[in-house]
């Protein structure tokens, strides 16, 4: 496995003559992120993973802060799941002092401000910067980001829309724990008692799934949000039934996909999840 801790380095170790598949992370790597470059393998691709905790994404400092870093461990993990080359670059190969950084803002319209955004303002901004530029640097064909963000995928895919890009975006599935529980890098920050609390929110999503069958939306809206008060261990911070296109919540009788999305804290731990309900 190749690391390249420059843009020059990639260019340097990537054959041309071969479909590239990117799985761009921020480390504190998990089985969800060996399963985006166990799927670009298999698609054949020479696989490019990055890690890099990007500060822009951050609208709170002090999860920034926080922000489990464990190079070493994410580089065997990368090795053992197949990974061609690792993107390791420092701050200023992303962000070079004196270039103009606002070329790569993108404005992603009502999307960027709904749910994950309205709690986490300026989030996708720096999301948008950050794999703009990531990309620019690894000129993936297909790049590979896990279901669990699933505002953070339609962005993505608004993203190559205003780019005009040919790149391919995939989404895939949330690997999850035994327990329903998504996995996600935040988990390891979790206190015992807060982990276990923690399953609530896929079961909370599993619930709605059925509430809405037998007894509609707001139901299932309803239901869930009881399920949390009372709770010593997680605050609800957000519970929805959307459509998965525009973000707009469902209304009763609707017709089309309803999925759910959920963000709460345990502690000072954020964790989201979602689940698509029929
Ligand atoms: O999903 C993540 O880990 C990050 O948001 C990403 C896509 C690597 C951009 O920093």
Redesign the pocket.
Known sequence: MFIAKTKQEIDQFTPRDRKVGFV???GALHEGHASLVTASKLDGHFTVASI?V?PT?FNDPKDFEKYPVDTERDLEALEAAGCDLVFLPTRSEIYPSGTDLERYIHDFGALENRLEGAFRPGHFRG?GQ??HILFEAVRPDVAY?GEK?FQ?LQVIKQLVKQLNSAIEIKGMPTVREPDGLAMSSRNRRLTPTQRTASTLLYQALSRAAQVLVEQGVDAAREQVKRSFEGNAHLRLEYFDIIDPVTFLPRKEGDSGTHHAVIAAYAGDVRLIDNLRLD
Request: proline share 8%.
């Open positions: 761009p992370t921020m890099f990007n994404q999301v950050v794999v980001f963000d953070q």
